[in-house]
């Protein structure tokens, strides 16, 4: 039987624009190696009702928000609370990756103590991205997005192919190192001066990556 | 309150930035342009106050060598 992810992925702004097609890239990756199955609530199924329905039917092992968040919810398609400590107890024994701003500061905490969640994975300040200022409405074209897709796809694919949580995140964490290693040394083309930005922008999206709950988790 | 000196420093980094650059904080509706962050130092609202403390962590950390220049 295939291993089951849930990615949520709303779409109505700018900011949910872009993490609607990060995701989408990275399903078509999954889907194309076969080995896991993804429930994708995208757009009008980011709802509260197909995130519950989802999670009691299909029981996934892995959850993969993607969208707004604040210290204690996450949102889905046109804000609409997915998740809180109300439902929090629907995540438990599962692996939670947060990839919305303030969620891991104290939405982690509760998924853990009160959710039972094994664990969870997220940022505990914005989730920051640069973008190219002529193609905010075009990301597949994006230059400056691609440090961040990349970073994005590095920890979930590390995760589903069976490295432990804690491994993973180290080894996105030194990826994201390395690219602002990248973008301060080499010679990145930089059409509009934005290599000292993103450089920042990936050092803000390191400090604020944190792990609750347990570190040898496996998918 | 941002001290003085650390609010001078972040801004005079942020101002040798391209102003129009943008970037998109996932809470946020639309893009962020540096023009906006240096606005919101200056206001020393929550996301100013953000920008100050993680500047200032990241030139510690460019300067300790832990990140490469």
Known sequence: MKKLILITRPSYDTPTHYLHFISGELKKEIEFVGEVSVIDLETNKATRKEFEKALDKANPRLVLFHGHGSYDSISGQNGEILLDKRNVKKLKSRIIYAVVCDSASEL?????????????????????????????????????????????????????????????????????????????????????????LIRFALYWNLMSLKVHGNGNAVF | MIDDDAKTLVIARLETLNQDSKILLMGEKGP??????????????????????????????????????
Request: positive net charge.
């Open chain 1, 108 to 196: 982690g905490e509760t998924a853990i103590r009160s959710g039972e969640a094994e664990a969870y994975v997220g940022y505990d300040s914005r989730f920051v991205i640069v973008i190219d200022p002529e193609r905010s409405t075009t990301p597949m074209n994006d230059k400056n997005f691609k440090p961040f897709k990349d970073t994005h796809k590095k920890l979930i694919l590390s995760l589903i192919s069976g490295i432990n949580l804690e491994v993973s995140v180290e080894r996105t964490k030194k990826h994201i190192r390395e690219l602002i290693r990248e973008y301060g040394v080499r010679g990145i083309k930089d059409k509009y001066g934005d290599a000292p």
């Open chain 2, 32 to 69: 962020t342009t540096v023009k906006d962050m240096i606005d919101e130092v200056r206001k020393e609202s929550p996301l100013g106050k953000k920008i100050v403390e993680l500047q200032l962590s990241y030139i510690k950390t460019l300067a300790s060598g832990a990140i490469d220049l």
